[in-house]
């Protein structure tokens, strides 16, 4: 089935494709030595840590069950509770924008902050404005947006792409930041040194004069109540905190899956993303605001509801339980694929496991179809994941779609569709599939593994068996298939 | 206990010394062992290249060729695990209640070699001998597709004579994946490099698992770096006794 017609994220716009398909990219990365050690001992260290506090939770595996419920009955109603969370909103003061893609969020919130008159702007970390590429579409518009988050700064200032949904940054290491700081960062100490106390401090003395001159903050939302029409943040720094308070004017931009229908649902949610995500057992700051109160915080809210091919998501039910996300990112931390090629290699905001799900069904599969296929379906991610999106299932029934909108949009089969289609064939003819294991036996395999022993000959064999050999040998043809053996018993 | 043996694919036409192991061993444990000469492939390569209506005449295949089998054994957690949790699946997403409802009844009495062994007749020690120093690889479908746990290690440890170490980071993914190990194989082969590392600083001779496919894969990678270490099928070791040791 295919859903013409359901809005997708829209090309040129934000950062959801890649200019290379996977396999090339992750070829690229996987050849930077630095950064597979980096991504390593990061990924190593952060893993440990989360099984260390998941392993304190004695419900765990009923959390992730109430988690996923909660997503699922939010997916199934959505339309109810955004236009709860809608009336909430309005009914506290702030004002609510309906974006159907990032082109028209982008111009929402560009329109928005003229209309301050500010020039300048200060962020909290928010994947949902990655996504939409807000940062160039403020610049375009003569506005300048400052990254506050620690590793969002670095990547800003590095003109960088994020690597991590949580550690933007987390392909950096601290000689590379230091640089980073010492070339584009304003009022640095010329001086400065790896230290990572001395980096914080640079970025803290650099942000705070931000925070207390900024007049507009935009971030992004962990959860939205639908009941309340409270917002909340988690975040480990206080920057967050800063520039939801400071400012006079706040606007935020939250994919329209991240809402929860009541108070009490937080208890669920609030146990599981620290402890998947960082983890720690809390986050450090957690901040929520709920419409403006006078004399107290920003004096204006506007709420960006984006869309950007999440009703496209919502529309096949195989791929769905992808909005249960809360971009914890532990995904990313135990997948072998990730910690080879770190996020770059995805060519999408969305790295890891739940990018290679995400990211096709945000652009549509013919967007990027190499992504389902980048997983050995090892099933880490599953196992982890605190909403139990059953990660390797959806991967493969993504790559069932990408196979027919290749077969869609050619008259002729592409050779991986027609080999399949010629081994089910075989496969299924016990006279035709007895004769091909002995012809494969006999023939070809002897002869080719002769040849691959020597390095000139492997790069001769043809492909897809060139893949093979590049890095592996191939087994020993044994004498006699085992059903030959079998029947001469 | 009548059991059928359904070799795989790839045991069938590459590695027929899993199967004969197989066979030997369940025939040491007093079993009668069938194999059903119609049988061919499960379809998992098709299903999990998103072919599923090419799988779907394999998997009617299957379910008809092993419907009346009371016990289906085979050396493979990937392709047990395609039986026991795509079949059903795909078939109702083709709209056929009725292949599904008997895809079911053959998954639930489909082993994994070291769940039939441990989990239904309740033996670890299966009378083998391998001198050795052994290490083994869980396979990711076996781990955490079918939750063998330490059945396959529990069997290994009964075996007689066997060193048994334990290989580091045993639970990350060797890289193989299928068609992963062809459509992103410079991955593949990073993922490799890290196993065959893991293998060479156990100091074991033989690294084991319970998927030939896996194997494949890892011992192509421990020949083609001179590890100086070979792969065995868990089947292999087991069956290894002291008239008919397994080779090294």
């Not at chain 1, 295919?2 to 992750?26: D, I, K």
């Not at chain 1, 919502?314 to 694929?337: K, T, Y």
């Not at chain 2, 694919?9 to 197989?22: E, K, N």
């Not at chain 2, 061993?25 to 059903?36: E, N």
Request: aromatic share 6%.
């Amino acid at each position: 089935m295919t859903y013409l017609g359901m809005p997708t994220a829209p090309a040129g716009v934000g950062q959801l494709r890649g200019a290379e398909p996977f396999p090339a990219a992750a070829e690229t990365a996987l050849a930077n030595g630095q950064l597979r050690r980096n991504l390593a001992n990061a990924t190593g260290t952060i893993r440990a840590k989360r099984a260390a506090v998941v392993s304190e939770v004695p419900d765990w595996q009923e959390l992730r069950a109430a988690a996923a419920a909660i997503k699922d009955d939010v997916l199934a109603n959505l339309d109810g509770y955004l236009t709860q969370l809608e009336a909430r909103v309005i009914e506290r003061g702030g004002v609510v924008h309906w974006a159907r893609d990032a082109s028209e969020a982008n111009r929402i919130v560009t329109e928005l902050v003229a209309a301050t008159g500010s020039r300048e702007v200060v962020k909290v970390k928010s994947m949902a404005t990655q996504e939409i590429g807000l940062n160039q579409a403020l610049e375009e518009a003569g506005i300048q947006a400052f990254e506050t988050d620690l590793a969002e700064l670095i990547v800003q200032l590095g003109d960088d792409r994020p690597s991590h949904i949580l550690v933007p940054a987390i392909h950096r290491n601290r000689t590379e930041i230091r640089d980073i700081f010492l070339a584009e960062m304003a009022g640095v100490q010329p001086g400065l040194t790896d230290d990572p106390a001395a980096l914080a401090e640079a970025a803290r003395t650099y942000l705070r004069q931000k925070f207390l001159s900024a007049r507009v903050a935009i971030s992004g939302a962990n959860f939205a109540i639908a009941d309340t029409g409270t917002l909340m943040v988690v975040e480990s720094e206080g920057n967050g905190r800063m520039c939801l308070t400071l400012p006079q004017t706040l606007i935020t931009v939250m994919g329209i899956e991240k809402l929860l229908p009541g108070f009490a649902d937080l208890e669920v949610f609030l146990q599981l993303l620290p402890r998947s995500s960082t983890g720690e057992r809390m986050n450090p700051y957690t901040s929520m605001w709920t419409g403006v109160h006078p004399g107290d915080g920003p004096s204006e809210f506007h709420l960006v509801l984006l869309d950007n091919g999440r009703t496209a998501t919502l529309a096949d039910e195989r791929g769905r339980a992808a909005l249960r996300c809360i971009r914890c990112s532990a995904c990313l931390n135990v997948c072998p694929v990730y910690e080879r090629t770190g996020g770059h290699a995805y060519g999408s905001v969305y790295p890891g496991p739940i990018g290679a799900v995400l990211s096709p069904q945000l652009t549509g599969v013919a967007d990027n179809p190499s992504l389902p296929f980048a997983s050995t379906l090892c099933g880490a991610c599953y196992d982890v994941c605190p909403v139990a999106i059953d990660i390797p299932s959806m991967l493969v029934h993504l790559r069932g779609r990408v196979n027919e909108d290749k077969a869609a949009g050619h008259r002729l089969p592409t050779p991986e569709a027609a080999g399949m289609a010629a081994a089910s064939w075989a496969m299924r003819g016990r006279r035709r599939w007895t004769w091909l294991l002995r012809a494969a036996r006999l023939g070809r395999w002897a002869r080719l593994d002769r040849l691959s022993k020597s390095r000139t000959a492997r790069r001769l064999l043809p492909p897809p068996l060139s893949s093979w050999t590049r890095s592996r040998d191939l087994p020993e043809p044994p004498a006699q298939t085992f059903r030959d053996w079998w029947a001469e018993q | 206990m009548r059991v059928a043996l359904f070799a795989t694919c790839l045991v069938d036409g590459l590695f027929p010394d899993v199967a004969r192991a197989t066979v030997r061993l369940l025939r040491r444990l007093g079993h009668q062992v069938d194999f059903p000469a119609e049988q061919s492939c499960c379809g998992q390569m098709h299903l999990n290249t998103g072919y599923p209506a090419e799988a779907l005449p394999l998997i009617r295949r299957q379910v008809r060729v092993f419907a009346d089998c009371e016990a289906i054994v085979a050396p493979s957690g990937s392709c047990t695990g395609a039986i026991r949790h795509q079949y059903a699946d795909t078939a109702r997403r083709f709209g056929d209640e009725r292949l599904a409802v008997a895809a079911e009844a053959i998954a639930a009495r489909t082993y994994e070699l070291s769940e039939f062994l441990v989990g239904v007749t309740g033996v670890t020690d299966v009378g083998g001998y391998f001198p050795h120093r052994v290490t083994y690889h869980p396979t990711c479908h076996s781990l955490r597709l079918l939750r063998v746990g330490d059945k396959p290690l529990a069997l290994l440890r009964a075996v007689e004579g066997i060193d048994l170490v334990e290989l580091p980071g045993a639970e990350s993914c060797c890289g193989f994946g299928g068609t992963f190990a062809l459509k992103n194989s410079a991955v593949s082969a990073a993922m490799l490099a890290d196993k065959a590392a893991a293998v060479a600083a156990t100091g074991a001779s033989v690294c084991s698992a319970g998927d030939s496919s896996c194997l494949m894969h890892i011992g192509g990678g421990l020949s083609r770096l001179q590890v100086g270490a070979r792969t065995l099928h868990l089947a292999q070791i087991l069956a290894s006794t002291r008239s008919e040791p397994a080779l090294v």
